[in-house]
């Protein structure tokens, strides 16, 4: 059970921010979840309209929960990039407009009457699966997910590791030389090799390079990862080409994990991560390069928490008045 400090009793709203969608949950302190809301995060088209999609979210969370807003003790919020979450000031939030130099909790002042608790976004999922999943008994875990970007986040001894503001930007390690510009400005990334739109441009520049495959049929403007997943389980050879090398990448970026940090566990996140094929060849890689007598003390699994580890973590970061 998920130790509370905020004692005012009542709920909590955890919300999970990302590129593409927020999703706001009213969370009862034993974990169950209430309600589950998503909207488009509008993530391009700036910090105001984001915060006011944030604040419609978590209203409609809570009604649909039958609760009123002063049965909420908080909001909890995962946040990607790089900020300093006690003060709000945002630094570098790859894949939304104009965040970057502006304050988090004065822009949501001005559409929400919550009291806000903001945390890196995987920290938050790995908050989530600490309390609530498969790390109720990790003392050292790090958590990744996949989606539009690779987030990173670590607990240890039931603590989000942070440096001097920030936490740890695993999806920002360099895995190669020579290869993709990252959304950071910087080349090779593991983001840059396993982020949404490098999965699809890899499978698109295949198909460009003339090689036969079903998912051809699709609208190739409007291709998903998902998309290449279904056609992999279908047996379509592209598809698993273009899934075994991004596991072959996130692999890599695992390893690291496993040689930096010493977990125990190791949780894959986002939807992306979901898929088989992609995720044995990730635990291929990571166990055939990590060192071989830390490898043997992790575990790597994918979320059992599925998408909804995000939202209890940023419900626990308001229970616990905390940020990570």
Same mark, same amino acid.
């Given at each position: 059970?998920l130790?509370i400090?905020?004692?005012?009793?009542?709920?909590?709203?955890?919300?999970?921010?990302?590129?593409?969608?927020?999703?706001?949950?009213?969370?009862?302190?034993d974990?169950?979840?209430?309600?589950?809301?998503?909207?488009?995060?509008?993530?391009?088209?700036?910090m105001e309209?984001? @915060?006011?999609?944030?604040?419609?979210? +978590?209203?409609?969370a809570? &009604?649909? !929960?039958?609760? #009123?807003?002063?049965? %909420?003790i908080?909001?909890?919020?995962?946040?990607?990039?790089?900020?300093?979450?006690p003060?709000?000031?945002?630094?570098f939030?790859?894949n939304?407009?104009d965040?970057?130099?502006?304050?988090?909790?004065?822009?949501?002042?001005?559409?929400?009457?919550?009291?806000?608790?903001?945390?890196n976004?995987?920290?938050?999922?790995?908050?989530?699966?600490?309390?609530?999943?498969?790390?109720?008994?990790?003392?050292?875990?790090v958590?990744f997910?996949m989606g539009?970007?690779?987030?990173?986040?670590?607990?240890i001894?039931?603590?989000?590791?942070?440096?001097?503001?920030?936490?740890p930007?695993?999806?920002?390690?360099?895995?190669?030389?020579?290869?993709?510009?990252?959304?950071?400005?910087?080349?090779?990334?593991?983001?840059?090799? @396993?982020?949404?739109?490098?999965?699809? +441009?890899?499978?698109?520049? &295949?198909? !460009?390079?003339? #090689?036969?495959?079903? %998912?051809?049929?699709?609208?190739k403007e409007r291709?998903?990862?998902?998309?290449?997943?279904?056609?992999?389980?279908?047996?379509?050879?592209?598809?698993?080409?273009?899934?075994?090398?991004?596991?072959?990448?996130?692999?890599?970026?695992?390893?690291?994990a496993?040689?930096?940090?010493?977990?125990?566990?190791i949780v894959?996140?986002?939807?992306?991560g979901?898929?088989?094929?992609?995720?044995?060849?990730l635990?291929?890689?990571?166990?055939?390069?990590?060192?071989?007598?830390?490898?043997?003390?992790?575990?790597?699994?994918?979320?059992?928490?599925?998408?909804?580890?995000?939202?209890?973590?940023a419900?626990?970061?308001?229970?616990?008045g905390?940020?990570?």
């Amino acid at each position: 059970m998920l130790p509370i400090r905020n004692t005012d009793g009542g709920y909590a709203v955890g919300i999970d921010l990302g590129g593409t969608t927020v999703t706001a949950s009213a969370v009862s302190h034993d974990g169950n979840i209430l309600s589950r809301i998503e909207y488009p995060s509008l993530a391009k088209e700036g910090m105001e309209t984001t @915060c006011r999609q944030i604040s419609e979210a +978590a209203d409609k969370a809570v &009604k649909d !929960a039958g609760l #009123r807003k002063r049965d %909420v003790i908080a909001c909890g919020m995962g946040t990607p990039g790089v900020f300093d979450a006690p003060t709000g000031d945002m630094f570098f939030v790859p894949n939304f407009k104009d965040w970057d130099g502006k304050n988090l909790y004065r822009a949501l002042a001005e559409h929400s009457p919550y009291k806000y608790y903001i945390g890196n976004d995987v920290n938050a999922a790995a908050f989530g699966e600490y309390f609530y999943g498969a790390g109720k008994e990790s003392r050292a875990m790090v958590m990744f997910t996949m989606g539009t970007g690779i987030g990173s986040g670590v607990i240890i001894d039931g603590k989000p590791l942070r440096g001097v503001f920030a936490s740890p930007e695993m999806g920002h390690i360099v895995i190669s030389e020579n290869g993709p510009r990252c959304v950071c400005g910087a080349r090779d990334c593991l983001e840059a090799f @396993c982020g949404r739109d490098a999965i699809t +441009a890899r499978c698109l520049e &295949k198909l !460009a390079a003339g #090689r036969d495959s079903a %998912v051809s049929e699709l609208d190739k403007e409007r291709l998903t990862p998902k998309d290449i997943d279904i056609y992999a389980e279908r047996g379509d050879e592209l598809c698993l080409e273009v899934l075994r090398e991004t596991g072959y990448y996130m692999g890599l970026g695992v390893a690291n994990a496993i040689n930096i940090f010493n977990p125990d566990l190791i949780v894959i996140g986002g939807g992306v991560g979901q898929s088989e094929t992609l995720f044995e060849a990730l635990k291929k890689t990571a166990f055939e390069t990590a060192i071989p007598s830390l490898a043997e003390k992790c575990s790597v699994i994918q979320s059992p928490l599925d998408n909804m580890a995000g939202v209890l973590g940023a419900a626990g970061l308001a229970y616990r008045g905390e940020y990570a």
